[in-house]
């Protein structure tokens, strides 16, 4: 039975690569059915009932699969495209036919709201008119609501006109959210009467992911002599603040992230931020011909015959003023094409920069101004940029770590760890306040944020006095997540949340699957010590079983979190997107454990084995499946 499982969750997985047919056959949908007859069988035949805990969980997940299956038999899902002054009373389905609304609609107004100083869009809005008398305004994240019908903007035309998605399932959606709401309930009991009942004991608390990874940083290269604006000038320049990527922030954040998108680096030459991007929109054409543009590709370079890593924009036209990287593009596959794209970005900053479009100088009149305090604590955080410092202090700590193994006094380690601990969540909530949102929204914030998680963790594994060697190799993992964010703070996105994201869900869902993802990658390090270690084999298996029901409980909430804002964006909450598929495979493939049939916790080499070979999936959920078409695909 636990072999046949596993079989079954892999075999969910793979079908991520096959035809998304797959999904809709008579064959998938008769499998779920047998998934939800067999929940049915073992709460019967294990007489679930007698743990209430228990059973309202497992009957939350049943009436999620009979959820599943009403909205396949009986929505109704399609799309309607609604032009000024033309009334419409159908929508057209997803195969073609045409089906009746509730009432007439017609569209009264569409219009686009944009980023202040933009022209990329933050909102969509679409104001509409009902046969009935009733008026629907709708927009990204915000549901219009008709007699059970429910529209959702999707997308707009160059007339003025709008796209809806309508999604009618009132029965399938009640049923499901119902199932979300026993489930949380019931896992949150379980959970609570696991700590209430002292199953967690000593030492059985948290821990993270052991990996390593090797630094590569760019040696900063001496420019030529440049013109430049005077030092005293850009000073005075630091606090403006402007409109910049949707934001009010201090002229030193856009000159700060311009320079790291451009260079790769804080300072070129001797200039800070502010200066080199005043004077290069001052004397544009002076700096066409330095080479500071950074192009990393080797392929890339070769191709263009340039030499060094550093080029100028003159160097990317031929004598008749063809840009040469565009007569060797492709088409968008393969790798020297992705570097093209990089590059064209960075040569459209500098076209961006010169036309007076990448910032505009913010007014009190029309937009609100930051406190002087605000202002300083975004300086303060750019100047300082604390993931790198996060990054080497979490290299110290892993020195320091493995120093302790051959030292007596091992409680040391904790009081150090915590003093870490502290510091990384005082930055975490110094980058919240001065991008006044919970940074989860890309891919170096959600790598600081799982940092300073592990670390955290780490802190109760030392206090819980398991083994040196654990919290050696968690702190590994943590200085791992820190250096991603430090790279991927030094090729900054510059371009605002898309509409979908600018919802108060993303925080929300990123947080819980990210913190789930930490605790349940602490069985990796845990197992690699149990193997490597014997005498601590069973006290390992023993905190793999005790991180398995935290991590797998915060791991189905944020999944249901993540279904409950897909529905509240796209009129569906599930969609079989190859994330989706991967964050419910590594769901399935982590729960298994906490069962009494697969029985691990009397074989903890075999158990170890086991969360060696799973922590796949959870490399594969994050990062495997980008390399297929996904919803998710946004940074």
């Known amino acids: 039975m636990p072999l046949l499982c596993v079989v079954f969750a892999l075999f969910v997985g793979a079908t991520a690569f096959m035809p998304a047919g797959v999904y809709s056959s008579a064959a998938w949908f008769a499998l779920w059915a047998l998934v939800a007859v067999a929940l049915c069988v073992v709460m019967a035949r294990t007489r679930m009932w007698r743990s209430p805990h228990l059973f309202v969980m497992h009957a939350g997940m049943v009436l999620m699969l009979a959820g599943g299956g009403i909205t396949a038999l009986t929505s109704q899902r399609g799309t309607l495209h609604l032009r000024p002054s033309q009334p419409a009373d159908v929508f057209v389905a997803g195969d073609g036919r045409e089906l009746l609304l509730p009432a007439t609609l017609t569209l009264q107004s569409f219009y686009p709201e944009y980023y202040p100083g933009m022209s990329f869009p933050k909102d969509f809005h679409s104001e509409i008119i009902a046969s009935d008398g009733s008026a629907m305004s709708i927009s990204m994240n915000r549901i219009g609501r008709l007699n059970g019908y429910r529209f959702y903007q999707t997308s707009f035309d160059n007339d003025g006109g709008t796209v809806l998605t309508v999604s009618h399932d009132p029965a399938g959606i009640a049923v499901v959210y119902l199932g979300f709401f026993l489930f949380a309930i019931g896992g949150a009991a379980v959970l609570l009467l696991k700590l209430l009942k002292g199953r967690y004991g000593r030492g059985r608390r948290w821990g993270a992911v052991g990996m390593l990874a090797a630094f590569a940083s760019v040696a900063a290269q001496p420019l030529s002599a440049t013109p430049a604006i005077s030092e005293a000038a850009t000073d005075s320049l630091s606090a403006r603040q402007v409109l910049f990527n949707g934001r009010t922030v201090p002229f030193n954040t856009a000159a700060t992230l311009i320079t790291l998108k451009l ?36 392929p890339l370079r070769r191709a263009l015959d340039l030499e060094g890593e ?43 920069l010169w036309k007076g479009e990448l910032f505009t100088p913010a007014d009190g009149a029309r937009n609100s101004l930051r406190s002087d305090f605000s202002v300083r604590a975004e300086i303060a955080y750019n100047r300082l940029m604390p993931v790198r410092l996060e990054f080497i202090c979490s290299m110290i700590l892993v020195c320091v770590a493995f120093a302790f193994l051959f030292l007596s006094r091992k409680r040391l380690l904790w009081k150090i760890v915590s003093v870490a601990a502290v510091c990384e969540c005082g930055v975490f909530v110094w ?42 190799l968690t ?26 994201l600018a919802s108060p869900w993303l925080a929300v869902h990123v947080s819980i699957i990210m913190a789930a993802y930490a605790v349940l990658g602490l069985t990796f390090p845990a197992a690699l010590v149990g193997l490597i270690v014997r005498s601590e084999s069973r006290r390992m298996s023993e905190l793999t079983r005790a991180l398995l029901l935290p991590g797998t409980y915060l791991l189905a909430v944020g999944i249901i979190v993540g279904a409950m804002w897909a529905n509240v964006s796209w009129g569906r909450y599930w969609a079989w997107d190859p994330k989706e598929t991967w964050a419910l495979v590594t769901l399935m493939l982590y729960s298994l454990p906490l069962h009494r049939c697969f029985s691990l916790h009397s074989r903890p080499k075999a158990c170890h084995i086991y969360m060696l070979l799973i922590f796949t999936s959870i490399i594969m959920t994050y990062a495997g499946v980008n390399c297929l078409s996904s919803l998710h695909a946004y940074n």
């Open 263 to 298: 260079t790769g680096r804080m300072k070129v030459g001797a200039m800070s931020p502010e200066r080199f991007v005043g004077s290069v929109i001052s004397y544009g054409r002076e700096w066409s011909e330095v080479p500071f543009i950074r192009i990393k590709s080797g």
């Open 431 to 472: 980058l919240w306040y001065v991008t006044d949102r919970f940074p989860v929204s890309d891919v170096p914030q959600i790598m600081q944020f799982m940092g300073t998680v592990v670390t955290l963790l780490t802190v109760l594994i030392s206090y819980r006095g398991y083994p040196v060697l654990l919290s050696a």
């Open 475 to 500: 702190l590994l993992i943590a200085a791992f997540l820190f250096l991603v964010s430090w790279l991927g703070f030094r090729d900054p996105q510059l371009s605002p949340l898309m509409p979908v």
């Open 310 to 352: 550093y080029v100028s924009l003159s160097s990317l036209y031929d004598g008749e003023g063809n840009y040469r990287p565009g007569l060797i593009y492709k088409g968008g596959g393969g790798e020297l094409d992705d570097a093209i794209l990089r590059l064209d970005e960075k040569v459209a900053i500098l076209a961006g």
